[in-house]
DNA sequence: CCGTTGAATCGTCCATGCTTGAAACGTAGG
DNA sequence: CCTACGTTTCAAGCATGGACGATTCAACGG
């Protein structure tokens, strides 16, 4: 039970799910690619010409999307396409302080 | 225009506020402070005995929640009460990725 | 095959933000 | 006043995440 005290054990449940997917998102590049997401899904190099990052840095940034688990790749010929996954926003709305539902991890 | 290109320029001002924002939240320490303020205000004392880290840094990562306009402290005798402002959950709401209405800054 | 293109991975460097300990500040009480 | 308490501020140390360059991989086209 990291941070909260034994009381408060529910909390603690959520907290650190919560937190995991906030850091995820609270990154100028990986917002940016979620923002986009949010408009149905792009390829890599749809998303690089409109966020003017490195290719490499670019992709550093989606694997840790992937690994939280809030973006899906699937490969097209070439080309690799990136979707949110279903329930991205409810997890993310379900991330914030405050909110009554908990987190799905 | 930081991050987007230049095409995007109304999803580029909401981005650098929204990620301000997510920033000051995703971290346990102020997520627990933001969740537990989502009950009503508290006292610092009630907070410390509620989050077990050293009174210092949690008064540190008040004012990070502070300077992010998140939550507002008011002196009471010896102690001072921190309370979410008013706006809180949908300014966090709003900076989500994919949210329809934009951060009020 | 071989070159090219889209994308991911690896190794490294650097800055930023979190943490910690000590000191300072404001308020209340004896 | 002088002390005690609650809270903040200051000056470090340290770790981690993000940026960069070079390399690797996978798919297609000639």
Not at 18 to 34: E, M
Not at 65 to 87: F, H, K, M, N, P
Request: charged share 25%.
């Amino acid at each position: 039970m990291s941070l909260l005290g034994a009381a408060d054990g529910a909390r603690a449940d959520r907290a650190a799910g919560a937190v995991a997917l906030l850091q995820a998102v609270a990154d100028p590049v990986r917002w940016a690619v979620l923002d986009i997401l949010a408009d149905g899904p792009r390829c890599v190099c749809d998303l690089q010409e409109r966020i003017p990052v490195a290719g490499n840095l670019l992709s550093y940034h989606l694997k840790v999307l992937r690994e939280a688990d809030l973006v899906s790749a699937t490969r097209r010929g070439r080309w690799i396409d990136y979707a949110l996954v279903e329930d991205a926003a409810d997890r993310l709305a379900a991330a914030l302080p405050g909110a009554r539902r908990p987190v799905t991890t």
